[in-house]
């Protein structure tokens, strides 16, 4: 074994280490995440707190409560954009609305929201289609931080050229500026559209489910966890989604190997829009 | 875990690159090939693993989240996720950008090193740009061995340059050697 090797198993250790001393400290659990982007991730923190080694933040967050919001807060962050995978939202907008018009009532659990970007695109999205009014949109994340961002619908101007773009790819039917107020080097999305939205803190690894949804989208958010935690959130959602509900993972992700994959239909299997059977 | 591991990475020229290197290796080829080309976040779609599948005799596949990682399989980083090497198999993540590429070449090397140390094969291919160089010197940290495309024969000779630079390098070799040069070392274990 050369060294190298013996340092990778120290170094897994560490890993292993960090993630049971927040779980028991905090009750924060990591203990199931992907194991090498969750490496990466903490690597991350640790050059950022400018320490050396993955049990010196360990120590760092066990003691200092703010470096463990930190470590939070960065553990939480993911890649998100409005209408991000245009073709995802052309493929809900001709798949999916269609089949929600009959319900008088919507539901739908935007996991992992982050800071909003995908909810208010959903938001834009049923308002075209006429079924904003009766939809409410459950947007969960387990960092309070984000939550706070995305219910204030504020999001910086120099981005929104891009979002301008992605909507209209998206099949938006509108501009996306009709949404938003411009104030300084801001954009704030109106009221109206924030109306029926709902952020709450919600944390995959712990907690139950809360309601039944007519959608839930989930979207590259459980590419952070391991096969073991994937599966308790599938089973998290099967149990959470009416008969023929529809789950949409990101474009990437699979339901093979998962609990409940033969219980869904496909009904796109490239931008992975699945409905549940009864 | 697989016995070998052969990780791969190109952008500027790298379809050509590529279709050279995976034309040589026999369908019999005992390890998996894992290979990151740059794409654009727009580059959706299984072109470009059809593409390489008409030139290759072992099965081409755009990698999904937790895919299986097997021998005797070439798996290709989709695009807009970065692609890893987990104990389990293949992972993807939506990190930032690396030497603005996602997926990245380093991303992809690293996570290899960590899991394979000895067992890894790095090919550093033709290229635009540093990604990779770092990675390739992990690779080399963790016992594995580096293999780049001879610059003189490269597209674009930045990439297998960056990788020489930053690391001590087995093999440099024009183009048509790479893949009966991996072939030896599946052989060899």
Same mark, same amino acid.
């Given at each position: 074994?050369?060294?190298?090797?013996?340092?990778?198993?120290?170094?897994?250790?560490?890993?292993?280490?960090?993630?049971?001393?927040?779980?028991?400290?905090?009750?924060?659990?990591?203990?199931?995440?992907?194991?090498?982007?969750?490496?990466?991730?903490?690597?991350?923190?640790?050059?950022?707190?400018?320490?050396?080694?993955?049990?010196?933040?360990?120590?760092?967050?066990?003691?200092?409560?703010?470096?463990?919001?930190?470590?939070?807060?960065?553990?939480?962050?993911?890649?998100?954009?409005?209408?991000?995978?245009?073709?995802?939202?052309?493929?809900?907008?001709?798949?999916?609305?269609? #089949?929600?018009?009959?319900? *008088?009532?919507?539901?739908?659990?935007?996991?992992?929201?982050?800071?909003? @970007?995908?909810?208010?695109?959903?938001?834009?999205?049923?308002?075209?289609?006429?079924?904003?009014?009766?939809?409410?949109?459950?947007?969960?994340?387990?960092?309070?931080?984000?939550?706070?961002?995305?219910?204030?619908?504020?999001?910086?101007?120099?981005?929104?050229?891009?979002?301008?773009?992605?909507? #209209?790819?998206? %099949? %938006?039917?509108?501009?996306?500026?009709?949404?938003?107020?411009?104030?300084?080097?801001?954009?704030?999305?109106?009221?109206?559209?924030?109306?029926?939205?709902?952020?709450?803190?919600?944390?995959?690894?712990?907690?139950?489910?809360?309601?039944?949804?007519?959608?839930?989208?989930? $979207?590259?958010?459980?590419?952070?966890?391991?096969?073991?935690?994937?599966?308790?959130?599938?089973?998290?959602?099967?149990?959470?989604?009416?008969?023929?509900?529809?789950?949409?993972?990101?474009?990437?992700?699979?339901?093979?190997?998962? *609990?409940?994959?033969?219980?869904?239909?496909?009904?796109?299997?490239?931008?992975?829009?699945?409905? $549940?059977? &009864? | 875990?697989?016995?070998?591991?052969?990780?791969? %990475? #190109?952008?500027?020229?790298?379809?050509?690159?590529?279709?050279?290197?995976?034309?040589?290796? *026999?369908?019999?080829?005992?390890?998996?090939?894992?290979?990151?080309?740059?794409?654009?976040?727009?580059?959706? %779609?299984?072109?470009?693993?059809?593409?390489?599948?008409?030139?290759?005799?072992?099965?081409?596949?755009?990698?999904?989240?937790?895919?299986?990682?097997?021998?005797?399989?070439?798996?290709?980083?989709?695009?807009?996720?970065?692609?890893?090497? @987990?104990?389990?198999?293949?992972?993807?993540? #939506?990190?930032?950008?690396?030497?603005?590429?996602? *997926?990245?070449?380093?991303?992809?090397?690293?996570?290899?090193?960590?899991?394979?140390?000895?067992?890894?094969?790095?090919?550093?291919?033709?290229?635009?740009?540093?990604?990779?160089?770092?990675? &390739?010197?992990?690779?080399?940290?963790?016992?594995?061995?580096?293999?780049?495309?001879?610059?003189?024969?490269?597209?674009?000779?930045?990439?297998?340059?960056?990788?020489?630079?930053?690391?001590?390098?087995?093999?440099?070799?024009?183009?048509?050697?790479?893949?009966?040069?991996?072939? $030896?070392?599946?052989?060899? $274990?």
């Amino acid at each position: 074994m050369t060294s190298d090797t013996a340092g990778s198993d120290l170094e897994a250790l560490e890993l292993e280490l960090l993630t049971e001393g927040i779980y028991r400290h905090y009750g924060l659990d990591f203990r199931h995440y992907a194991v090498a982007s969750l490496r990466r991730r903490v690597w991350g923190r640790v050059q950022a707190e400018k320490l050396t080694t993955i049990t010196g933040l360990l120590e760092r967050v066990l003691h200092d409560r703010e470096a463990m919001e930190r470590l939070l807060t960065h553990l939480s962050i993911n890649v998100t954009a409005m209408f991000r995978d245009p073709t995802f939202y052309r493929a809900f907008r001709e798949k999916v609305v269609p #089949t929600l018009r009959s319900h *008088p009532f919507i539901r739908i659990w935007h996991v992992g929201c982050s800071t909003g @970007e995908e909810v208010y695109s959903m938001a834009i999205l049923l308002e075209e289609a006429g079924l904003y009014e009766r939809a409410r949109l459950y947007a969960t994340d387990m960092n309070e931080t984000v939550l706070q961002q995305a219910r204030k619908g504020i999001f910086a101007m120099n981005v929104m050229d891009e979002y301008a773009r992605n909507y #209209t790819l998206a %099949g %938006g039917e509108r501009s996306l500026s009709d949404y938003y107020l411009t104030r300084y080097d801001y954009a704030m999305f109106h009221q109206s559209l924030r109306r029926n939205i709902v952020f709450a803190h919600h944390n995959l690894a712990t907690d139950g489910s809360f309601n039944e949804f007519n959608v839930i989208v989930c $979207r590259n958010v459980m590419i952070y966890f391991d096969r073991t935690l994937q599966g308790a959130v599938h089973r998290l959602f099967y149990s959470s989604l009416r008969r023929f509900g529809v789950l949409a993972l990101g474009r990437k992700e699979s339901l093979r190997g998962t *609990p409940h994959e033969h219980d869904y239909e496909e009904i796109d299997p490239i931008e992975k829009l699945f409905r $549940r059977q &009864a | 875990m697989v016995a070998g591991l052969v990780v791969m %990475g #190109t952008s500027l020229g790298g379809l050509n690159a590529l279709r050279e290197v995976l034309g040589a290796l *026999p369908a019999s080829y005992p390890w998996p090939v894992v290979i990151v080309q740059h794409r654009s976040a727009e580059d959706v %779609g299984d072109t470009l693993a059809l593409t390489l599948q008409r030139a290759c005799a072992l099965p081409v596949r755009e990698v999904e989240d937790k895919d299986p990682l097997e021998g005797g399989r070439v798996y290709i980083g989709p695009a807009d996720y970065h692609l890893l090497i @987990e104990p389990e198999g293949l992972a993807l993540s #939506t990190e930032g950008r690396v030497f603005f590429a996602r *997926p990245s070449i380093n991303v992809l090397f690293e996570s290899a090193a960590v899991v394979y140390g000895p067992s890894v094969v790095a090919v550093v291919l033709t290229g635009a740009s540093a990604d990779g160089a770092a990675g &390739a010197a992990r690779v080399k940290a963790g016992g594995g061995r580096l293999v780049v495309q001879d610059p003189a024969t490269a597209e674009s000779g930045v990439m297998p340059r960056a990788a020489m630079a930053a690391a001590q390098v087995d093999s440099v070799l024009p183009l048509d050697r790479i893949g009966g040069h991996l072939v $030896r070392l599946a052989s060899k $274990r």
